[in-house]
């Protein structure tokens, strides 16, 4: 089974940039579509986004269109979320996911495999 390891996250100004990268080992990659969710504090995990198994197909929650790009490299075995035009209200620690299934989902529980996740903190 694949194991997620996520990188990238920090402190960033308002109107910032991050990328974030989640590297895969132990499994095939391109067998699952990735996904990244995020949970701030007091709050529900979210979804944020995911990418097909070969990439050809995303798709974004509404609040993160036109900001955050999700791309992998299944040769590098890594999935990135390219973030910019941060605000506070992104402020979570994201995940990045492995699901096994044919169809992109957008709820947690459908997802096999996850990382530890990595913190994003975003100030006004």
């Known amino acids: 089974q694949v194991q997620l390891v996520e990188s990238g996250g920090q402190l960033v100004q308002a109107g910032g940039s991050l990328r974030l990268s989640c590297a895969a080992s132990g499994g095939t990659v391109s067998s699952y579509s990735m996904g990244w969710f995020r949970q701030a504090p007091g709050k529900e995990r979210e979804f944020v986004v995911v990418?097909?198994?070969?990439?050809?197909?995303?798709y974004y929650r509404d609040s993160v269109k036109g900001r955050f790009t999700i791309s992998r490299d299944n040769a590098k075995k890594t999935v990135y979320l390219q973030m910019s035009s941060l605000k506070p209200e992104d402020t979570a620690v994201y995940y990045c996911?492995?699901?096994?299934?044919?169809?992109?989902?957008?709820?947690?529980?459908?997802?096999?495999?996850w990382g530890q996740g990595t913190q994003v903190t975003v100030s006004s």
């Open positions: 996911a492995a699901d096994s299934g044919l169809i992109l989902s957008t709820i947690p529980k459908r997802y096999n495999t």
């Open positions: 990418i097909s198994r070969s990439g050809g197909a995303t």
